[in-house]
């Protein structure tokens, strides 16, 4: 998180609690994806937390790499494949779920082109104002710039909205509205807050697995009643 280590830690411990709560209430093991959504925001939040720690007190750049390295894979190569394609499995059977299978396939591209970027490029990170700012040795300008956030958006953000389940909508609302704002307030540091407000959007995972599991169940029960 981009405030300090405590609000990272604490942040990572609640996630983590989230988490496990929303993975005992799976009952479809095709759910198991969207449901550890909150475990993979507990690890970025406490690789942040840890990258609060090696820039706050040490001037070995390995140990400063190592949570950095940790925080970048799972912001720009990890979230492009997995949000798509947990929400492909939520889906039943239908024209939606062809059109997140398409989205899942670029989304598994973005991400293993970002795995290549994370592998050439130096990338860094250094605290200024209170807030950390991540950097990549990679300029971007006008409609490439433009086109590069665009891409990343389709899979982590558009797949929300073609979802037929009405509190993914909801999420991807949420989703993109905390990007506009991080985008307008905090533009500087849009890797570390935007991941912050949509670790918290998270929360709404164990809703969205509750309500399936429990519909799940109402089938199932309606199966054996016949």
């Given at each position: 998180?981009?405030?300090?280590?405590?609000?990272?830690?604490?942040?990572g411990?609640?996630?983590?609690?989230?988490?496990?709560?929303?993975?005992?209430?799976?009952?479809?093991?095709?759910?198991?994806?969207?449901?550890?959504?909150?475990?993979?925001?507990?690890a970025?939040?406490?690789?942040?937390?840890?990258?609060?720690?090696?820039?706050?007190n040490?001037?070995?750049?390995?140990?400063?790499?190592?949570?950095?390295?940790?925080?970048?894979?799972?912001?720009?190569?990890?979230?492009?494949?997995?949000?798509?394609?947990?929400?492909?499995?939520?889906?039943?059977?239908?024209?939606?779920?062809?059109?997140?299978?398409?989205?899942?396939?670029?989304?598994?591209?973005?991400?293993?082109?970002?795995?290549?970027?994370?592998?050439?490029?130096?990338?860094?990170?250094?605290?200024?104002?209170?807030?950390?700012?991540?950097?990549?040795?990679?300029?971007?300008?006008?409609?490439?710039?433009?086109?590069?956030?665009?891409?990343?958006?389709?899979?982590?953000?558009?797949?929300?909205?073609?979802?037929?389940?009405?509190?993914?909508?909801?999420?991807?609302?949420?989703?993109?509205?905390?990007?506009?704002?991080?985008?307008?307030?905090?533009?500087?540091?849009?890797?570390?807050?935007?991941?912050?407000?949509?670790?918290?959007?998270?929360?709404?995972?164990?809703?969205?697995?509750?309500?399936?599991?429990?519909?799940?169940?109402?089938?199932?029960?309606?199966?054996?009643?016949?």
């Amino acid at each position: 998180m981009c405030f300090s280590t405590t609000a990272s830690f604490v942040s990572g411990t609640v996630l983590t609690v989230i988490g496990i709560t929303t993975v005992k209430k799976t009952k479809e093991l095709s759910y198991l994806l969207f449901a550890a959504i909150p475990f993979i925001f507990a690890a970025q939040q406490f690789s942040e937390g840890f990258v609060w720690l090696s820039l706050s007190n040490s001037n070995n750049s390995l140990i400063q790499q190592i949570p950095i390295t940790i925080f970048m894979t799972i912001a720009i190569a990890i979230w492009p494949a997995w949000v798509p394609i947990s929400i492909f499995l939520l889906e039943p059977k239908g024209n939606r779920k062809i059109v997140l299978a398409i989205i899942s396939g670029i989304g598994v591209i973005i991400s293993i082109v970002s795995m290549y970027y994370l592998l050439n490029y130096k990338f860094s990170a250094h605290i200024t104002d209170y807030h950390i700012k991540y950097e990549f040795n990679i300029i971007y300008e006008g409609y490439l710039k433009l086109l590069v956030g665009l891409l990343y958006l389709i899979p982590t953000v558009i797949s929300h909205f073609v979802s037929s389940i009405k509190k993914v909508n909801i999420m991807g609302v949420l989703v993109i509205s905390s990007y506009l704002i991080t985008k307008i307030l905090f533009n500087d540091y849009i890797i570390s807050m935007w991941c912050f407000f949509s670790a918290i959007i998270s929360i709404m995972i164990y809703f969205i697995i509750k309500e399936k599991s429990l519909n799940s169940a109402v089938k199932t029960s309606d199966s054996f009643s016949k």
